[in-house]
């Protein structure tokens, strides 16, 4: 394998949480890749920005199995949408897939993509538009049962 693909990428993803695995790394001729699986992540006191019909997490509590974090990949400000007139990249209750864009983190006006790595329904959205996170700080659960 000279080249990782996405094609590549997703198949890993899907080995990481098939075998529950914690992680998976493989290097390639001159680059390599590295997957590491959510760990349990306890949801903020902040309350979150959601509907009715979202699952709701105990405070301190861990998420159900089929309960999934989408984290910040980096600490900056957190966009749902990509342009202040455009409607939210997604809301609640619509299906994802692997490396769908879910939001915009911008850091030292560089912005980095927000994606899911995985598919399912968005079940909450815990942040809101505009809102400062920090690494790996929980933005979204998704449902994987979609």
């Given at each position: 394998m000279?080249?990782?693909?996405?094609?590549?990428?997703?198949?890993?993803?899907?080995?990481?949480?098939?075998?529950?695995?914690?992680?998976?790394?493989?290097?390639?001729?001159?680059?390599?890749?590295?997957l590491?699986?959510?760990?349990?992540?306890?949801?903020?006191?902040?309350?979150?920005?959601?509907?009715?019909?979202?699952?709701?997490?105990?405070?301190?509590?861990?998420?159900?199995?089929?309960?999934?974090?989408?984290?910040?990949?980096?600490?900056?400000?957190?966009?749902?949408?990509?342009?202040?007139?455009?409607?939210?990249?997604?809301?609640?209750?619509?299906?994802?897939s692997?490396?769908?864009?879910?939001?915009?983190?911008?850091?030292?006006?560089?912005?980095?993509?927000?994606?899911?790595?995985?598919?399912?329904?968005?079940?909450?959205?815990?942040?809101?538009?505009?809102?400062?996170?920090?690494?790996?700080?929980?933005?979204?659960?998704?449902?994987?049962?979609?």
């Open positions: 000279s080249h990782i693909s996405n094609d590549d990428i997703r198949w890993l993803l899907q080995l990481l949480e098939q075998e529950d695995l914690a992680e998976i790394e493989v290097e390639s001729g001159d680059g390599g890749v590295l590491k699986a959510a760990a349990t992540v306890q949801l903020s006191a902040q309350p979150p920005v959601s509907d009715e019909r979202a699952p709701s997490a105990a405070a301190d509590g861990p998420l159900p199995d089929h309960i999934h974090p989408l984290l910040a990949p980096i600490a900056g400000t957190f966009f749902r949408a990509p342009s202040p007139d455009a409607k939210p990249f997604v809301e609640v209750g619509d299906i994802v692997v490396g769908d864009a879910v939001g915009l983190v911008e850091a030292m006006k560089l912005y980095h993509d927000v994606t899911s790595p995985l598919r399912g329904r968005i079940a909450q959205i815990l942040v809101e538009n505009q809102s400062q996170v920090e690494a790996e700080q929980p933005l979204m659960l998704i449902d994987r049962r979609g």
